[in-house]
Structure formats: C-alpha cells, structure tokens
C-alpha cells in the first residue's frame, strides 16, 4: 500500500513525465519542419593557391522559412569545402543563393595561442548585396563552380 510520502511525489513524478514528453514532441516536429538539404561541395583558391579556412556562406536570394539560417562550409587544406546547414557538411536546401566568402586572419599572441580575427580578404566578398557569385542547389548532389579570388 503507498504511504503518504510516496503520494506527495506522484504528482511531480508525472509532471515530470509529461514535460519530457512534450520537450520530446516538440524536437521531432522541429526536424520533421526542417526543409531537406542536398550535398554541396567547390573549392577556393586565392592567387592559385587553397584559400585555407576561408569561410563560404550561401545567403537565400528569395525569402523563406529558414531566413536566418545560413548554409555554410570552412575550406580545408586542399581548397575544398562541404556545405552544411544542419549539421557540418550535410548540404544545403534546393534554392538560389548569393555567395558569401570571408578568410579570417589567424595570428599567435604572446602566449602563442591562435587568435582568430579581421578578413584577409577587406570585406570584398562579404556583402551579399554586392556578390559576384549566384548558385543554384538542386536536389541531388552539387558540384559548385570552383570561387577565385585572384
């Protein structure tokens, strides 16, 4: 038989229960909302050489449900660079974007740890307004048109 005690708890036992239920509805519906992405993969060079930790981000041409998000990929060693959205290299939803690039400066403080600031690059890719790039993500995978900046 229960006693008092184990009563008083019942109520904030099942409170409980019901906040995880609805937390847990909530993050399915927020990923069954999420439009799908597709592979988006290019390069960056600048003055023929890879454009290391050069950042590219897709900004949408055309409003919609995910206006404050930007697709976006980091380039790698070799020039090349994934798009991801989600997640890190998981692609970008179908649409047309302005292309975005901006290369941070890396420097070494007194202590000899990375500090990560400015734009190598003065801002001159950075104003999506102004970009000399348009790209079109299709469903499928996506090959982009390799980005100079010589």
């Not at 990929?73 to 939803?93: K, L, R, Y």
């Not at 403080?109 to 993500?137: E, F, H, Q």
């Amino acid at each position: 038989m229960p006693t008092a005690t184990s009563n008083a708890h019942l109520p904030r036992v099942f409170r409980a229960g019901l906040l995880f239920v609805a937390v847990s509805v909530l993050a399915g519906c927020s990923r069954e909302s999420r439009p799908p992405v597709h592979p988006v993969r290019g390069s960056v060079t600048f003055q023929k050489r890879p454009a290391t930790k050069a950042v590219v981000v897709l900004r949408p041409l055309a409003p919609g449900p995910l206006k404050d998000v930007f697709p976006h990929g980091e380039v790698g060693p070799d020039g090349t660079f994934q798009i991801g959205t989600f997640a890190e290299g998981d692609g970008a939803p179908a649409g047309e974007y302005a292309v975005t690039i901006t290369w941070p400066e890396t420097t070494k403080d007194r202590d000899g740890v990375d500090v990560t600031g400015g734009d190598r690059l003065n801002g001159r890719y950075n104003d999506p307004a102004k970009s000399k790039w348009k790209v079109t993500i299709k469903e499928g995978s996506n090959e982009l048109e390799p980005f100079r900046l010589d």
